[in-house]
């Protein structure tokens, strides 16, 4: 078995359980594809989403889109722009085993939507 090189000194219950999401418990995408102007996910859960590029455009988590927080929250940057008409998504890559950045026909790539994230905004629509 492999050790681990520096292992923490002191585990906490929320370091555990985070682990434990991330690696056990986390619902991923078994399938990506586009359907017309939307993006359809098959979890490997069995449970499948679907987002219109529009949607997935105005809520990137990019800090171009949302803006950035210094150390005593204050938002900087971001776009006013809420809406995005017409905009719809030509690529998407994985990123490690995480999350997926969506290419949109707008030039937009730099947001990175987490499983947890993609999956948030699933259940809110």
């Given at each position: ?36 102007t939307e993006v359809a996910i098959a979890w ?82």
């Open positions: 078995m492999r050790r681990l090189a520096n292992p923490p000194e002191k585990l906490t219950v929320q370091s555990v359980r985070a682990f434990l999401r991330l690696t056990f418990l986390m619902k991923k995408p078994a399938n990506i594809q586009l359907i017309g490997d859960d069995g449970s499948e989403s679907y987002f219109a590029g529009e949607a997935l455009r105005a809520a990137s988590p990019s800090a171009e889109t949302q803006g950035e927080r210094d150390i005593l929250g204050v938002t900087h940057g971001g776009s006013a722009q809420r809406r995005f008409p017409g905009v719809t998504v030509t690529g998407w890559q994985f990123v490690g085993n995480y999350a997926v950045r969506f290419d949109f026909s707008d030039g937009h790539r730099t947001g990175l939507y987490s499983f947890d994230y993609l999956q948030r905004l699933a259940a809110e629509q």
